[in-house]
């Protein structure tokens, strides 16, 4: 079963979604393991923090958007453009902690938590969580995306979800889940409607948020490094909506110079069809 948001729902949402105090931060810590001041690298004639900080600030009902950053050239960098920045400590563990820091003090109805290496195409990738969750009685939602790449299937880069009929995650890997059983000897397929990527944002209400600050980090999380198994191993249901909006995903420096050439063909003849843009 493939659950999408409902339309009765998402216009009741749109007609709240103005009242909605709606805050996206944007978590940029400079050292990465994989990419050392990866926020600062830049694509095109700016750094990524600034690319993602852009997109963001066009989507409809986003009252505030905030970087928050453990180190002052990002903070300096992000300033000089324009954007909001504010300093987080170096010993948080996951960018949900850095947003949960944020939420102490910047009050919100909505939290969302854009990772800083995943950058927008379109306005509609963040409406696509927005939107059904300011309709919804849920604490915490993210999104997924069809998959339509076989490579991605062995990826660990690349987060697979699995979900339940009501649209709840039931896992997160960097393996491949589901696992096809009877499927070509040898070979691991890519069956449309069973693989999903989940894509790197969260929607928190405020209490969901600062719950998700004090829980330990389980065997999960630390196995995987992935913050979304802390609430999954504490009992806390995570709603997944799918989108059909692309965004690019920057892991490592080989990312960038395909990630400049999407983003110039997305300034001059708008969002590409779904398909593998996804870094």
Known sequence: MILVADPAALARSASHVSRADVVVVIPARY???RFIGKPLARIGNKPLVQQVYDRV????????VIVATDDERILT?????GGTAMMTGQDLRTGSDRVAHIAQEVPADVYINLQGDEIPLAAGFLEDLILPFIGSDADVGTLKRAMSDERELSDPN???VVT???GFALYFSRSLIPYVRDGAAGKTALIPGLHWKHLGIYAYTRGALIRFAGLPAGSLERSEQLEQLRLLEAGIRIRVWETKHE????DTPSDLQRAEQIL???STRGEPACHNSSL
């Open 31 to 33: 050292g990465s393991s």
């Open 57 to 64: 600030s066009t989507v409809r009902g986003v009252k505030r």
């Open 77 to 81: 960098v992000v300033q000089n453009f």
């Open 158 to 160: 690349v987060v697979k």
């Open 164 to 166: 339940d009929e009501q």
């Open 247 to 250: 965004s690019l995903r920057i």
């Open 264 to 266: 110039t063909h997305v």
